[in-house]
């Protein structure tokens, strides 16, 4: 494929983003671009583009040979698979937003585009229309590479926003970014963390050549934050975000992953607000580089599918430098975490499960400590997902080794905190 070569594409879904990319494409006359045919499930539904451009069968965009790149844009994971493996297998150089498929599906897909030498690319499935992925295929070398945060999902933040901002209770604030179209009818993926998780599953490749399962990565979500939570952050200048963590260990092995952080105004992540993304990644000579934009909705997100088949015509393709071409990092689970807990009673807290509480503080209703856990025992068992419980990442909250902290040595900084 060429700069000059025409790209005819078929299109999988005419939802958000697909009809998003429809209208885009329509904008952008020097691409040299153009959609064939669009597959949709619902023939009857009405739709904003000619009736002859739709069609119900999937065959028509995988075996027409006219056809030289296939966008993928539904979210039915399992059927999202099938069309891009398919497509692949064919030939034609495939597009995806669908970030559950990828991070599932990623060896089997690693596997597919080196076997059939066909471009697969996917940026607006990390986060939308900030280009992270491509940042990190080409200008971040593994050995540099210290560590990435990003928050990577747009309904959590929005929701956190109104929080904070406007004092609202999660209920509330769940239900204003539904109505807003921030957040799907069932939100659970964004909530619960899962959408984060797929996404850092994704980045890891990227960042690190690392190729992990998701359900190997230690996630948690926002769903039980509480006001008080909120209110405490608030009266320390503090922020709560459900943030996406991959960070090199001193040991040069990498620990990974999605739980809410308190965060500080020294933050670049301190000020994204509302359904904006926000990625920070730090290497070792370049210090921190921030990238800053909108994670969801229609022409954001379809804008980025628009950078990925404009990047085709130059037959652009990752190549996983960090997976093929060095040495890939090791996850890791041996480290500590200092994390904060706030609950209503203490008996569901299993106390025993931790290195050392460093504070606890006594509420009318709710009770709150910060203590140091092994990351394993928030891994291997789910009781700080329990209802009514809130768990919440403190900063400087990695502990490598647990020499480098005295054990009854009280922070001044998590007195702070909780005092």
Not at 1 to 7: I, P
Request: proline share 3%; with cysteine; aromatic share 10%.
């Amino acid at each position: 494929m060429g700069a000059d070569k025409k790209l005819i594409i078929g299109v999988f879904g005419f939802g958000v983003v697909g009809e998003g990319l429809y209208r885009v494409l329509q904008m952008t006359e020097s691409l040299n671009a153009s959609i064939k045919k669009v597959c949709i499930k619902n023939p009857d539904k009405e739709r904003n583009a000619p009736a002859e451009l739709f069609t119900t069968y999937k065959d028509e965009l995988l075996n027409d040979d006219d056809i030289n790149v296939i966008v993928e844009v539904i979210d039915d994971s399992v059927a999202a698979f099938d069309i891009v493996s398919t497509a692949l297998k064919n030939g034609k150089a495939t597009v995806s937003a669908s970030k559950k498929m990828i991070a599932e599906r990623l060896p089997e897909l690693l596997d597919l585009q080196q076997k059939f030498s066909t471009p697969f690319l996917y940026e607006s499935a990390a986060c939308a229309s900030i280009p992270v992925i491509r940042n990190l295929e080409e200008y971040y070398d593994n050995d540099l590479l210290q560590s990435i945060s990003g928050i990577v999902n747009g309904s959590t933040n929005f929701i956190l926003t109104k929080m904070f901002d406007d004092g609202i209770i999660f209920s509330k604030a769940l239900l204003e970014a539904q109505q807003l179209g921030f957040a799907e009818s069932n939100p659970d993926l964004d909530i619960l963390g899962i959408d984060a998780l797929n996404k850092l599953t994704i980045l890891l490749v990227h960042a690190y050549g690392i190729v992990a399962n998701p359900k190997d990565i230690l996630y948690g979500g926002i769903n039980n934050i509480q006001p008080g939570d909120a209110k405490l952050a608030g009266e320390k200048g503090w922020q709560i975000k459900l943030i996406a963590k991959a960070v090199k260990l001193k040991n040069g092995k990498v620990t990974s992953f999605v739980l809410p952080h308190f965060v500080t105004t020294d933050s670049q992540l301190y000020t994204v607000k509302n359904e904006f993304n926000g990625v920070v990644i730090e290497s070792s000579f370049s210090d921190e580089q921030f990238f800053y934009g909108k994670g969801a909705g229609s022409l954001p997100t379809a804008s980025a599918v628009l950078s990925d088949i404009s990047a085709l015509r130059y037959n652009y393709r990752y190549e996983y430098k960090k997976l093929r071409y060095h040495t890939p990092s090791e996850l890791t689970n041996d480290l500590y975490l200092r994390v904060y807990l706030s609950f209503a009673d203490l008996k569901n807290i299993p106390r025993e499960e931790f290195e050392w509480i460093e504070e606890f503080f006594n509420a009318e209703q709710r009770n709150y400590l910060v203590g140091v856990i092994h990351f394993n025992k928030l891994l291997q068992t789910d009781w700080w997902k329990g209802e009514g419980i809130s768990l919440i990442v403190v900063p400087d909250a990695i502990i490598e080794n647990l020499d480098m902290r005295k054990l009854k040595k009280r922070s001044l900084e998590l007195a702070g905190i909780v005092g």
